[in-house]
């Protein structure tokens, strides 16, 4: 599957699995916090044991997936198929055809895929353990190469399911991460007050969104200030936009004092596109971050201490 092909293919998961990805994260953004209970996890987490076999499985099964050699296309499309089930697996072997024969037209390369962050964040349901389901946000890397081109390094932002089979964890469905504007949930599913890390994640959010809207600098401190003009520098947006977004905020590590963070984060950036006759202003790539930002505890509240890519 061509670069545009895998845009497309896990664009077209986006409707199928919307309600199912909303009804966990509102769980996992309300869920109670359960301090005291003597787990030290929160309901909605992916039990402390099961969280890097999950993650190393799904690094290594994304790699597969953003691999392609054109003059061994069948060979990668079975590894396709080995790697998911489910939906993701149905998709696949129906579009078959259509992406070996796309593969051989164009000969696209994909190559030296990495996944440079990956981060558990919830078992899809309530009790601990989501009957062998999980949720993970993933950033791959990889070069995108067509004959007679240049090769152009990629950034794919991942929303991941998986589902544990008889033959281990498998990909279930893909999301790209979504470049424009996002629904916000509202809900009060849970009992009890919303969860210490929802409240951290909460902050951070909105932090981050301010700073992609141009606003919101006194929320930095230390190299932060350095990394945040460059990091949107580099991306073609020193200012800031009016319509930035925190679409995606994961927890990579915490204690009390400070956490490590995934963010997804849209600098609302267009471009104009010229097709023929027609020319359009279309979102710009450039301003699809994927970040992992530092913060750190500032009395009753956070602030943003650093910033890199992810």
Do not use: C
């Not at 290594?60 to 061994?72: E, I, S, Y």
């Not at 164009?106 to 996944?115: I, K, P």
């Not at 498998?170 to 919303?194: C, F, H, K, Q, Y």
């Amino acid at each position: 599957m061509g670069w545009k092909g895998m845009q497309e293919w896990s664009k077209a998961s986006t409707l199928a699995i919307a309600f199912v990805l909303s009804g966990s994260l509102a769980w996992a953004a309300f869920g109670p916090d359960v301090a005291g209970s003597g787990t030290g996890e929160s309901a909605w987490q992916l039990p402390a044991s099961s969280r890097p076999v999950i993650a190393d499985t799904a690094a290594r099964q994304l790699v597969t997936l953003n691999t392609m050699d054109p003059a061994r296309v069948d060979q990668h499309l079975d590894a396709w198929e080995r790697a998911t089930t489910a939906a993701e697996h149905d998709r696949l072997r129906r579009g078959r055809a259509a992406t070996r024969a796309r593969m051989l037209r164009e000969r696209e390369t994909l190559s030296a895929a990495r996944v440079s962050t990956v981060v558990p964040m919830s078992a899809l349901g309530p009790d601990g353990t989501g009957q062998g389901r999980a949720y993970l946000m993933a950033v791959v890397r990889l070069t995108s190469a067509k004959p007679g081109g240049p090769p152009v390094e990629r950034v794919r932002r991942l929303r991941v399911f998986m589902l544990l089979t008889p033959h281990g964890w498998r990909i279930s469905d893909l999301m790209e991460a979504p470049g424009g504007g996002v629904l916000w949930l509202s809900s009060t599913v849970g009992n009890g007050p919303p969860s210490r890390e929802f409240l951290m994640l909460q902050d951070a959010r909105r932090m981050m969104t301010d700073l992609a809207r141009g606003e919101g600098r006194a929320a930095l401190t230390g190299s932060a200030v350095a990394d945040r003009d460059r990091i949107w520098r580099r991306a073609g947006a020193p200012g800031g936009t009016g319509n930035g977004q925190a679409v995606d905020v994961g927890i990579i590590r915490q204690d009390d004092d400070s956490a490590e963070l995934l963010v997804y984060l849209n600098l609302g950036i267009t471009e104009t596109v010229t097709e023929g006759y027609t020319t359009k202003i279309v979102p710009s790539e450039r301003g699809d971050l994927a970040l992992r930002v530092t913060i750190v505890r500032d009395g009753s509240g956070w602030r943003i201490s650093g910033m890199r890519n992810a």
